[in-house]
């Protein structure tokens, strides 16, 4: 009779953080969504990551750095008012 080696594997049940569906992953893992949310959440930005913003059309924005705007009314850095 031969001797089959087998090899034990931790398992943990964990819940998706995208669908709420209880689920097994390998102990140790880093997985929090289950196999059929993952490929969809891989796509969505992660805290942290930092995404390019565009405007519609190619608009472009001009930052002008001689007004302040205080509530409804506009200054220059000079104090009047505009």
């Given at each position: 009779?031969?001797?089959?080696?087998?090899e034990?594997?931790?398992?943990?049940?964990?819940?998706?953080?995208?669908?709420?569906?209880?689920?097994?992953?390998?102990t140790?893992?880093?997985?929090?969504?289950?196999?059929?949310?993952?490929?969809?959440?891989?796509?969505?930005?992660?805290?942290?990551?930092?995404?390019?913003?565009?405007?519609?059309?190619?608009?472009?924005?001009?930052?002008?750095?001689?007004?302040?705007?205080?509530?409804?009314?506009?200054?220059?850095?000079?104090?009047?008012?505009?």
């Amino acid at each position: 009779m031969d001797c089959v080696e087998t090899e034990a594997v931790g398992m943990q049940l964990k819940y998706c953080e995208c669908c709420g569906a209880l689920w097994l992953r390998r102990t140790g893992e880093q997985e929090i969504y289950c196999p059929a949310c993952a490929p969809a959440m891989a796509e969505v930005p992660q805290p942290g990551q930092r995404t390019k913003v565009r405007l519609p059309n190619n608009m472009r924005v001009e930052r002008r750095v001689d007004q302040v705007l205080v509530g409804r009314v506009s200054f220059d850095l000079e104090g009047s008012t505009l």
